[in-house]
């Protein structure tokens, strides 16, 4: 094999490590949507989807007001969670396989 060649190889290879470390670092993002038109979210939370995880409860500063957004990043190597929110009236529903790398929409009604 030829240095040039073997430069080439040690260098992707390089490059590959970096991108697979930095990936563990990642954030991604997710909307929630509150398309109740009566009813405020007061609670969001998250857990890896599909596991026994405990859920983590997610950062809401103010309840997601009728017909608004809020958007919520989370850090990790994982890319799919379950998403749970639960309205003013204590009704709670999950949203499975929510994938935050790509920033997906929670739509809450």
């Known amino acids: 094999?030829?240095?040039?060649?073997?430069a080439l190889v040690v260098v992707g290879a390089l490059a590959m490590g970096a991108l697979f470390q930095g990936s563990a670092a990642m954030a991604g993002e997710f909307t929630v949507v509150n398309?109740?038109?009566?009813?405020?979210?007061q609670d969001v939370w998250f857990a890896h989807a599909g596991e026994s995880d405990p859920w983590k409860a997610a950062d809401v500063e103010s309840a997601i007001a009728p017909n608004s957004t809020s958007e919520f990043t989370i850090s990790g190597d994982n890319c799919l969670f379950d998403i749970k929110v639960r309205f003013s009236d204590d009704y709670t529903s999950t949203?499975?396989?929510?994938?935050?790398?790509?920033?997906?929409?929670v739509i809450a009604n």
């Open 1 to 6: 094999m030829s240095k040039s060649i073997k």
């Open 35 to 41: 398309r109740n038109g009566n009813l405020a979210i």
């Open 95 to 105: 949203y499975n396989n929510v994938n935050v790398c790509r920033g997906d929409r």
